[in-house]
């Protein structure tokens, strides 16, 4: 089934608007820039993009940071693939605070090869397909696959929805463990703006999370990871989650010198349908900087993160972290896959994500 693409004209989106969206303030402002010497004269490198959205009436101390995933950009979180709200509306409506970022060499961060180096090879659009828009045409890759039914439209090439999400899809650092130091950078600098948060990161933004908390772990009263990259000590394309949950160093106690430091150990999985995966042999060192507050690891019911995410519940739960693993499934949320913020059910795992907040006395 295709989808329509919804008419763009004026006096049409003003008509299937929901509701006035009252703003006090809206803008951007960058972070994370520093100079580097080249032969056409000084240029930033690292510069870190990020929009802010605050409602006319703020109920909510905190402030929501989106981090987005890899190939992405933080409009990930401004629209779904079938061009309703996004995340980001849906949140200012309840009246948080939004900060939305474009990670160094995404979207509206520049790109160049000569300020950050060598970027990844085109993203291929049959990986798209089979593995964020119809994984349930293809049941063979996990058992989770043939679950799925949220992607609106037929998830091909062709199809209204499905270019809307190819169009967005860019390149991302080679270098792994430079672009995680740099996100680092950029988002510490930013939290030294904006103040305390809750970090709300997807997917390859994941490592941003824990890095940012890492540098500054008095100012991020949250985290929210939906679906981050894993499970723990896994090889992607770029490089190696070398530190576990990251390709750039974390500080862990007793401190590690090197990735070699961390002694591991396979651990079964506790359910059908999931891998084994490495964890710290014990005592097993602790992650300091990232237990002084709640997280969630937000996982969808017919992803393939649905095989491997408890591998990062169990990484952060033996370093000392207060985790939580919310599976959608188990809060009568179905059909999901990895980019749920894009899906026909999108507001549905928003109020699932809001609900756990408030649980946790932030909002």
């Known amino acids: 089934m295709s989808t329509a693409r919804p008419s763009l004209r004026p006096a049409d989106l003003h008509a299937a608007s929901r509701a006035p969206l009252a703003l006090a303030a809206q803008g951007f402002f960058w972070v994370g820039a520093t100079p580097l010497d080249t032969p056409a004269g000084p240029v930033p490198r690292g510069q870190m993009y990020v929009e802010y959205w605050i409602p006319a009436v703020l109920a909510h101390p905190l402030p929501i940071v989106m981090i987005h995933g890899g190939g992405g950009q933080g409009l990930d979180f401004l629209g779904t693939a079938d061009g309703r709200e996004g995340w980001v509306h849906w949140f200012v409506r309840q009246g948080y605070a939004v900060y939305v970022v474009d990670r160094p060499g995404h979207g509206r961060a520049p790109f160049h090869p000569d300020a950050l180096g060598a970027m ?33 439209g037929s998830g091909r090439l062709g199809d209204p929805a499905f270019d809307h999400f190819l169009a967005s899809a860019g390149p991302a650092q080679a270098d792994m463990a430079q672009a995680h130091r740099d996100v680092q950078a950029a988002g510490a600098a930013m939290l030294d703006e904006i103040g305390p948060a809750i970090l709300l990161t997807h997917s390859a933004g994941g490592p941003s999370g824990w890095l940012i908390a890492d540098a500054r772990p008095g100012l991020v009263k949250a985290i929210v990871a939906v679906e981050p990259v894993g499970p723990p000590f896994t090889e992607r394309a770029g490089g190696k989650l070398v530190w576990g949950l990251t390709a750039a160093p974390l500080a862990f106690d007793p401190p590690a010198a090197t990735p070699g430091d961390l002694r591991l150990e396979e651990r079964a999985p506790a359910r059908e349908g999931t891998v084994p995966c490495l964890v710290q042999q014990a005592p097993a060192r602790r992650l300091p900087n990232l237990s002084g507050f709640p997280i969630a690891i937000v996982t969808a019911e017919a992803s393939w993160m649905a095989t491997d995410n408890h591998g990062v519940v169990d990484f952060l739960a033996q370093a000392g972290a207060r985790v939580e693993h919310v599976r959608l499934e188990e809060q009568g949320v179905h059909g999901n896959g990895h980019a749920m913020m894009l899906e026909t059910n999108s507001d549905e795992v928003a109020r699932v994500i809001e609900r756990w907040v408030a649980g946790q006395g932030l909002a």
Do not use: I, V
């Not at 085109?122 to 989770?144: G, I, K, N, V």
């Open 120 to 152: 990844t090879p085109l993203l291929p659009t049959a990986f798209l397909e089979e593995w964020f828009c119809r994984p349930e045409d293809f049941p063979e890759r996990y058992p989770q696959a043939r679950l799925h039914d949220k992607w609106p």
